[in-house]
């Protein structure tokens, strides 16, 4: 049997077609519902459905007012507030192209972006930086717009461009990932397939407004089902969020999994009679990381992955949970594969992971870089550059990325599972495993990791002996005050290698 899911697709999204109509589409409904609570140490902001509403589509009008036209991209340079996901889903209702952008960018790398998409506009804060020019929206008169008449939505195509998100690829040069307003459609499949999303939902998200994770599993998702979004005000910290989660009656709990590290590093036991279950995606949770909350909270942790290319489209479930180790299952609708050189590979064989080219969650493409584009895909299948095994029953295990998968005598390896069976030694935190040079043509396994102090590197090395392959056994450790990682919380593995041969050259 080949590794490949058995769906024939997911329903078409419905045309004419808006991405901010769409996940606004009970707020007539719901009113005076909460959509949105903003948790601080002062207390809580409150917005309903009706004034969200309101506020998005003013925004609309204001924009178009400026002399915008649908299909003007704009850049959004907007700190960790509520301005974020109004500006983004004003642009959207209009027929514009918002940007979201992380602010952690610097003014440099904005101009790289500027350089690339001439965006029509750049909606501000102050505090962001971003090079001085024309066209320049500032944070205050968003504000303002809020108050003004509602725009119509901008209905059109699904299929049409509607906004574009950067991915820092396997290059490391920075991509433009363009996405139709029929991702949003998309979504839908991980409510079953991921979630368990429901109307009466309160969903927390750990991350701020302006992170791509946020703003679909902690905003758009709820407000599209008509759940109640709760977001903790900037500056809180992770070991308060048990108490906030607890007071706010929160059902579901979306995070990152270095935030769950932090909450357990704080918390001996998580006691929020409310939660059903957590959500992590952003990197691959540990084995050890999930158990430990299972243990201190008595709920589960439902992992999903995806990419800035494809929303998620594999992940565990409550109604079907993924084993230990395990990426989990194809969301139901999701035409999925592993991919080799000849096509599906068989049953427990590795292959890159690969997504059909009609899934509605698939970008339209990389800005201005056709051929970019092209090289992605094979025999239509979108391929991810990440390496899977997927077993006969459709779950699949993840071994790492392509470009990070080392090589130890002839045996790949993957990174992922020394780290996995590493961070179950006591006193370790956080773990990186990477191939490092040690003199000119002599590569090993290196593991990096931190802990209060440094561990004892015998100790560390018979735990190897006795828990991996040889081939698969770290050769050096090295402790570090802290582990590099990216503006979205992943792991920078390849930092990792540059960082420790800069230091040995």
């Not at 989660?245 to 995070?255: I, P, T, V």
């Not at 969650?361 to 990440?386: H, I, N, R, S, V």
């Not at 130890?408 to 179950?424: D, H, M, N, T, Y």
């Amino acid at each position: 049997m080949l590794s490949l899911s058995p769906s024939d697709g997911y329903a078409p999204c419905p045309a004419p077609f808006n991405m901010a109509a769409h996940v606004l589409t009970h707020a007539g409904r719901l009113g005076d519902k909460t959509a949105l609570r903003i948790i601080g140490k002062d207390g809580a902001e409150n917005w309903s459905y009706h004034v969200l509403e309101s506020a998005v589509r003013g925004t609309a009008t204001g924009l178009l007012a400026l002399g915008l036209k649908p299909g003007d991209i704009v850049l959004m340079r907007l700190g960790n507030t509520v301005d974020f996901p109004l500006a983004y889903l004003g642009a959207l209702a209009a027929g514009l192209v918002p940007v979201p952008t992380a602010a952690a960018l610097t003014e440099p790398e904005v101009s790289a972006i500027i350089d690339t998409l001439r965006p029509k506009a750049i909606l501000r804060d102050p505090l962001v930086p971003c090079p001085k020019g024309s066209g320049v929206v500032d944070v205050k008169d968003l504000r303002t717009m809020r108050d003004l008449p509602p725009a119509d939505w901008h209905m059109g195509d699904p299929e049409r461009l509607g906004y574009i998100i950067y991915t820092s690829g396997t290059s490391g040069k920075p991509s433009a990932v363009m996405h139709a307003h029929r991702a949003i459609w998309a979504r839908q499949m991980m409510y079953d397939g991921w979630y368990d999303l429901r109307e009466t939902d309160r969903v927390m998200h750990a991350g701020a407004f302006n992170w791509t994770y946020t703003l679909g599993t902690g905003l758009m998702d709820p407000w599209t089902m008509g759940a109640t979004a709760l977001i903790p005000a900037a500056g809180t910290a992770a070991a308060d969020l048990p108490q906030i989660m607890r007071q706010e009656n929160a059902s579901l709990f979306a995070a990152a999994p270095g935030v769950y590290r932090q909450i357990l590093k704080h918390n001996d036991g998580i006691d929020i009679p409310s939660l059903r279950h957590g959500l992590s995606a952003g990197e691959k949770l540990p084995e050890a990381l999930r158990s430990a909350w299972q243990s201190a909270s008595g709920t589960q942790i439902y992992e999903a992955y995806g990419m800035s290319e494809c929303s998620t489209f594999l992940s565990g479930s409550p109604a079907r949970p993924a084993p230990d180790g395990s990426l989990g299952y194809p969301q139901p609708g999701r035409r999925v594969a592993l991919i080799g050189p000849d096509g599906p590979v068989p049953y427990g064989t590795e292959g890159t992971i690969a997504v059909y080219k009609t899934d509605p969650g698939l970008m339209l493409g990389y800005f201005g870089a056709p051929e970019q584009t092209a090289e992605k895909f094979q025999d239509g299948w979108f391929m991810t550059g990440d390496q899977g095994v997927m077993g006969a029953d459709g779950q699949i295990t993840y071994l790492g990325r392509n470009d990070d998968m080392m090589n130890a005598g002839g045996f790949r390896v993957s990174p992922i599972e020394v780290e996995q069976k590493l961070a179950q030694y006591p006193g370790i935190t956080a773990i990186g495993a990477t191939e490092v040079s040690v003199r000119a043509d002599v590569t090993v396994i290196a593991a990096f990791y931190t802990a209060d102090s440094p561990l004892d590197e015998a100790a560390l090395a018979l735990y190897a002996q006795e828990n991996l392959a040889r081939y698969k056994q770290p050769r050096l450790y090295v402790h570090l005050p802290e582990l590099p990682m990216g503006a979205n919380g992943k792991l920078l593995r390849r930092a990792l290698r540059a960082g420790y041969e800069a230091q040995n050259d």
